[in-house]
């Protein structure tokens, strides 16, 4: 049997990039991708795009039945920042939604879900320094609250039913395909993209908010190899992962090092108290020994290569 497979929330951040990575090694028939929002086109022209309100279980048994669904890359989430604007929706989209995904999952025996969780499971009581991946998960946001609860559910689905659920706690994520959606460290990439722009930038943190950081390259390489991993050697559901610990100051500096005119002030806003509850860095020897992840970037190389895509896609 073909294997088909389902991604949720595939306009995003990450599931943008992640349906081509998919398509190119499923085929393009083979990869459907889904959102409540319009296809880019370079998702629509290139395989099946459809239409999904994961809070409706009635949509997504039906789009897992009619394609005959065996893997499905769960990405549809309200995050942080937006979630604190509007917790009851931010609930509703990533607490039902999982459970009408792995709802689905179970009853129509689907071979495995990816689910990516988050550095905000944790929280003012975690240990801020390499934070280890069973520790203290008392969050303070509702993104955060969701994350842990979505953590647990896919264990509960694991042990009760059998269901091969898998998940990374990202650390903040950047890219430069798609714009971020709303997270705590969306200011990351709108340093890159004001700079290329000739643009100033006032970030939402201070200079010395520190936060780990994961290059997009190496996100879509982690759900990829843990997907593949032999269900047998893993000891964990949940992973941390990581790539660098930056601080906002860090990152502005990498920046003006290769484009010496952009201007970043920093001017704290609400999110600033989501930050100082996150880890400053991420233990994530688990993932390195389980599967074997290891990141490829750092923040200089990230750097290298964002600007120069970030020239190539939008000029400056």
Not at 75 to 83: Q, R, V
Not at 144 to 171: C, H, M, W
Request: negative net charge; aromatic residues 8%.
């Amino acid at each position: 049997m073909t294997d088909r497979v389902l991604v949720t929330g595939s306009y995003g951040q990450i599931g943008t990039e992640l349906i081509l990575r998919l398509r190119g090694i499923y085929g393009t028939s083979n990869v459907i991708a889904t959102d409540i929002t319009p296809a880019p086109e370079i998702i629509e022209s290139g395989g099946p795009a459809r239409y999904l309100d994961v809070t409706d279980p009635r949509q997504v048994t039906a789009l897992v039945v009619e394609n005959k669904i065996t893997h499905i890359f769960h990405l549809a989430a309200i995050l942080s920042g937006n979630g604190e604007l509007n917790p009851q929706k931010c609930w509703d989209v990533n607490m039902n939604g999982l459970y009408n995904i792995l709802e689905t999952a179970r009853t129509w025996k689907v071979k495995q879900v990816i689910t990516p969780s988050s550095i905000a499971a944790f929280g003012p009581d975690t240990p801020k320094e390499h934070t280890p991946i069973d520790t203290i998960l008392r969050p303070t946001t509702m993104y955060g609250i969701t994350k842990v609860a979505g953590e647990l559910l896919n264990e509960y689905y694991n042990q009760k039913y059998g269901v091969d659920a898998r998940s990374l706690r990202f650390p903040g994520i950047v890219s430069h395909e798609t714009e971020p959606g709303g997270g705590t460290t969306d200011y990351a990439v709108d340093m890159y993209v004001k700079a290329v722009e000739g643009a100033p930038y006032a970030c939402f943190v201070t200079e010395n908010t520190t936060l780990p950081f994961l290059y997009m390259p190496d996100a879509l390489d982690a759900l990829l190899e843990l997907a593949e991993v032999e269900e047998s050697r893993l000891i964990h559901r949940t992973f941390n992962i990581t790539g660098f610990s930056a601080s906002a100051a860090d990152i502005a500096g990498a920046v003006k090092a290769r484009i010496p005119d952009f201007q970043c002030t920093f001017e704290p806003d609400f999110r600033q108290i989501i930050a100082e509850s996150w880890p400053r860095s991420i233990d994530d020897r688990d993932a390195r020994e389980e599967w074997g992840w290891k990141p490829s970037f750092d923040l200089n190389t990230m750097s290298d290569d964002m600007i120069a895509k970030l020239r190539g896609k939008i000029g400056g």
